[in-house]
């Protein structure tokens, strides 16, 4: 992701083709599906997940944390937290304060030293990442290490309050002995609150310290306690992805290279872990979020443990010694490098090391013995010029010294051309990369009359990584960019150029994937969320059709002798699924008329069973929300008579047939 960036066009404005409406009459096409093998392999890791932390994706998102700034490491301590009787200038004699103690030789080097002096009047809440979601009658886990310091504190009071301060759940927990100890208990709140609040009281007069005041619901995706997000797993887990990227984007490298993410500071006790200020906590002129910290309870190790529920390949993303060419472009010095490049070599350990290796033991003792079997790494997020060649031949070379079978991902920028972009590819050729990462966000429009950007590829040349991806409706970086249907039918229309070039490009990926509906930063995005629920948007539906119906092998489907890339609007691409003995063709139709399509088979045995799948909407400028997703798939199923495959393709949609 990026913060700036020139964009085709800052308005879009639908051409003369896109509007041609054929003279009031259905436009018939004749298409022939040749099966004949073009020896092309459709790669498992074809459509895959980018995940970065922007929008709240991480902590307020995928992680199921409910406690903004538990263990009070932001650098404003009482970030999230209020003390409502407490006053600035006062003693507090008829309530109580908190102060912040801090040892620096700790990686978790804060906790709350609370005095109270009248325990009826002493309150402290947290506010929950923009609120605190909470389901009726489910069950949640609420923790925190406690230290008993002086007088006669003998319990603590949690309580869930709904947005009227009405108490929804309480429980009252006896202190016992002195020492830090963790205590546990469990809240069910007797009705669902989209932005309740956590209110903390105590029995009795004294000091305490307290750290670590965590809440997270039971039912996690897998059951896993202090795991993920369950309905935002599983809109993953419904894409069938060969791949997920991880843990960015611009966050890979950090404003400074002080806050690049370290996957070392992400591994061991959650408790352990040392928070960071979240790059994109002042990233957007318009949209400012200062409590935007990252504490890594998502860390590399669930990162891979997710990839692994998924099915897909993890691909992680390291800092290659740059930081955010966007921001400071600070670089590492060459002769200071060797850091960073052991960093690559010892995640590959960690991932893929025996239990008796130094990573791979850690690995072990965090409860994954066996080796996660990572195939792919990247160096650099979206990097440009010399500096970055430089630094990538050094990486090279280390980690195919050690590891020969691991494919490294580069990068050639943020923009899908100029004259970096030519560069860096020009240097990449140069050193047989193996596989190189392009973004582009652009106008639908550009979208759409790329379809066919890599159609001349050179085919020996190193493979396609389209890393990011999104069709912007009014900007990149414009706040009022929407996830409408107009910018995914532009998609779908790329990726048929995408899926036609399966020879070069081996992965793809949308992005951004995660945003919170009162936390983002970036638009457009895949899937929106609140507290409470989640919505797939129309690009969603776009990408899963794709995913789940990628198939096995590349086979040609034209008109006239022609591939479809938007000659008269249409454009197509075909796979055969020798796994499920399926053949699959995906058309999309961006004009705004209904057109017929008859497709004659060639060097295949078509079946009597044709599965028609049509995503489109009544309007281009249609969106799903939280109160209804009106754009999704509808399936129907058909007959086919003669051997020739005769189907309607609806005005400005995406259709599927399967045959089988």
């Not at 896993?224 to 984007?249: A, C, E, I, T, W």
């Not at 249409?570 to 999309?588: F, H, M, N, R």
Request: proline share 5%; glycine share 8%; aromatic share 12%.
């Amino acid at each position: 992701m990026k913060t700036k960036f020139k964009i085709f066009a800052t308005t879009f404005s639908l051409s003369v083709t896109f509007f041609s409406a054929q003279n009031g009459n259905v436009k018939k096409h004749f298409l022939d599906l040749d099966g004949t093998s073009t020896n092309i392999k459709i790669q498992p890791t074809m459509y895959g997940i980018f995940f970065e932390d922007i929008n709240f994706a991480a902590d307020g998102g995928l992680y199921a944390e409910l406690i903004k700034n538990r263990s009070f490491e932001f650098d404003e301590p009482l970030t999230g937290w209020k003390q409502p009787n407490t006053k600035t200038l006062s003693p507090n004699l008829d309530s109580g304060f908190l102060t912040i103690i801090t040892d620096k030789s700790k990686t978790n080097k804060n906790y709350a030293r609370i005095t109270i002096c009248k325990d009826k009047n002493y309150v402290l809440e947290n506010e929950g990442f923009r609120g605190i979601g909470l389901h009726q009658g489910e069950k949640y886990d609420l923790s925190f290490n406690l230290e008993n310091v002086s007088g006669n504190i003998s319990a603590i009071n949690t309580s869930l309050i709904d947005e009227n301060g009405t108490v929804i759940s309480s429980v009252s927990t006896i202190i016992k002995g002195g020492g830090w100890q963790k205590y546990t208990v469990v809240l069910t709140p007797s009705k669902t609150v989209e932005k309740a609040k956590l209110q903390i009281t105590f029995t009795g007069k004294g000091v305490v310290n307290m750290d670590m005041i965590s809440l997270f619901p039971q039912d996690t995706w897998k059951g896993r306690k202090g795991g993920l997000r369950k309905d935002l797993v599983q809109k993953l887990y419904d894409l069938q992805p060969g791949f997920l990227r991880f843990p960015g984007g611009c966050i890979v490298e950090g404003r400074t290279l002080a806050e690049r993410y370290q996957w070392k500071k992400t591994i061991g006790k959650v408790e352990d872990r040392e928070n960071l200020i979240n790059k994109w906590n002042n990233g957007f002129t318009h949209r400012l979020t200062p409590d935007y910290w990252q504490s890594f309870g998502l860390g590399f190790f669930e990162y891979f443990q997710l990839a692994e529920d998924l099915g897909a390949e993890p691909l992680p993303i390291l800092s290659c010694g740059m930081a955010c060419q966007f921001n400071t472009a600070e670089l590492v010095k060459m002769e200071d490098l060797d850091p960073y490049v052991q960093d690559a070599l010892d995640l590959i350990e960690f991932a893929n090391g025996d239990p008796n290796t130094k990573w791979g033991k850690i690995r072990t003792e965090m409860g994954h013995p066996e080796p996660f079997n990572m195939k792919f790494i990247g160096v650099g997020n979206e990097q440009w010029g010399a500096d970055y060649i430089e630094r990538y031949k050094v990486f090279e070379k280390a980690i195919h010294a050690k590891y020969p079978d691991i494919k490294i991902i580069s990068g050639s920028g943020p923009s899908p051309d100029g004259e970096f972009f030519e560069y860096g590819w020009k240097e990449l050729k140069k050193l047989n990369a193996q596989i190189v990462d392009e973004h582009y966000y652009n106008s639908p429009d550009w979208f759409m009359k790329n379809a066919g950007r890599y159609d001349n590829y050179d085919r020996s040349g190193p493979k396609v990584f389209a890393g990011e991806y999104a069709a912007q409706s009014v900007g990149v970086v414009k706040p009022d960019n929407k996830n409408n249907w107009l910018t995914a039918l532009s998609e779908a229309a790329f990726m048929t150029g995408l899926e036609r070039n399966a020879d070069v490009v081996a992965m793809t990926s949308y992005a951004p994937l995660f945003a919170h509906a009162d936390g983002w930063q970036w638009t457009p995005d895949l899937i929106w969320f609140n507290n409470l629920k989640s919505y797939a948007t129309p690009n969603y539906y776009v990408q899963k059709l794709f995913s789940n119906n990628k198939g096995t092998d590349l086979i040609k489907i034209s008109e006239n002798g022609k591939p479809l890339k938007g000659e008269n609007s249409l454009y197509a691409s075909a796979v055969k699924d020798d796994e499920k003995g399926e053949t699959i063709i995906k058309i999309v139709n961006v004009n705004p008329q209904e057109i017929s399509v008859e497709i004659t088979p060639k060097s295949i045995k078509p079946g009597n069973k044709l599965t028609k799948i049509v995503l489109t909407s009544s309007g281009l400028s249609e969106e799903n929300n939280f109160q209804s997703e009106t754009i999704t798939p509808k399936e129907e199923a058909q007959t086919i008579k003669k051997g020739k495959i005769s189907v309607e393709i609806p005005a400005n949609s995406l259709v599927i047939l399967k045959i089988k």
